[in-house]
């Protein structure tokens, strides 16, 4: 102790310095120059945002920003606070990818994940596997939810990496692609759309699929992002469903075409239970990222399961 305040250290030497997540949500309101723009970028609500940013210069004792009709400008004291968060988090970073290094190989130890919902049901269960049989002494933690819960959960620090499925990716994150995952349209053999002769004409078209209540997924989830992004404007859901599991259940149950990853309904498709129906003029292709903080690098656990999943994921990329 005594060397430790020789040093010019004491415990109350920084009474300060906000959290983390709330020193990057600073930096993302710069970004973006308001917080409308900031929450929408990194898919929290804007009272989540605003109240991060009012905590943080309660505690920095500063105003950072000046909020006015054209948005957020950071005052002087803030710019000065925001170059100096930048800094501070790649500290963070460092600091972290040491506390990494310094555990012993051979100690037991956690690596939580969170995995979007489709992710979690199609490919992470093998790439669990195989992680478990290289790294026996590291206990994986699986938290599924949807892709926008993902991002949130990695950017406030709960998890040091995330899987999601999807065209974007939260801001304040970075990502590496996996690989990627074709979405069909199918409907169950009953449906009017399974008896189209396809050899004779498109079996559907992009403005059909508009104009039909489809099963969806929920909002946030990866796989209606790439519905939405692709059809634009659709109409209003037959039903929306919280899993892949229910979504599937629920073609066969409600009648309904839906939009849904290929290897999901692989066994229907063989029993004949669901009917793949061709498109015109649409494709339905999504990413597998990988996401994780935007400051440092990966420790070794997170870093050797984002190698497994790369080489996890038919069609991947580099």
Request: with cysteine; net charge neutral; aromatic share 6%.
């Amino acid at each position: 102790d005594n060397e430790f305040h020789c040093r010019g250290y004491n415990a109350h030497m920084y009474p300060n310095v906000p959290p983390v997540d709330q020193l990057a949500t600073l930096i993302a309101v710069d970004e973006h120059r308001s917080i409308a723009s900031a929450a929408r970028a990194l898919g929290f609500s804007q009272q989540t945002v605003s109240a991060r940013g009012a905590s943080a210069e309660k505690t920095l004792g500063v105003q950072v920003f000046r909020r006015g009709i054209g948005g957020s400008e950071p005052t002087e004291r803030g710019r000065a606070v925001l170059d100096a968060a930048h800094e501070y988090l790649d500290a963070v970073g460092s600091f972290s990818r040491v506390i990494a290094g310094a555990a012993r190989p051979d100690a037991a130890r956690s690596l939580p994940v969170a995995v979007s919902n489709t992710v979690a049901e199609l490919y992470f269960p093998s790439w669990a596997a195989r992680f478990h049989k290289q790294n026996p002494q590291v206990r994986l933690l699986l938290r599924p939810c949807n892709s926008a819960a993902v991002g949130e959960a990695v950017f406030d620090g709960d998890c040091p990496l995330g899987f999601v499925e999807g065209t974007t990716v939260s801001h304040g994150l970075d990502s590496a692609v996996v690989g990627v995952d074709d979405l069909i349209l199918v409907v169950p053999a009953s449906h009017p759309w399974a008896q189209r002769d396809v050899r004779t004409g498109p079996a559907v078209t992009a403005a059909e699929l508009r104009r039909t209540p489809l099963i969806m997924r929920e909002a946030g989830s990866g796989s209606r992002d790439v519905v939405e992004d692709v059809l634009g404007t659709v109409a209003t859901p037959a039903g929306e469903f919280g899993s892949l599991s229910a979504q599937r259940a629920a073609v066969t149950g409600m009648g309904e075409p839906t939009v849904i990853a290929a290897r999901a309904v692989a066994r229907e498709l063989k029993l004949g239970e669901l009917v793949r129906v061709p498109v015109q003029d649409a494709t339905f292709r999504r990413l597998i990222r990988a996401v994780f903080p935007r400051h440092g690098t990966l420790e070794r656990d997170a870093a050797a399961l984002l190698d497994i999943a790369r080489e996890g994921v038919g069609g991947a990329v580099g």
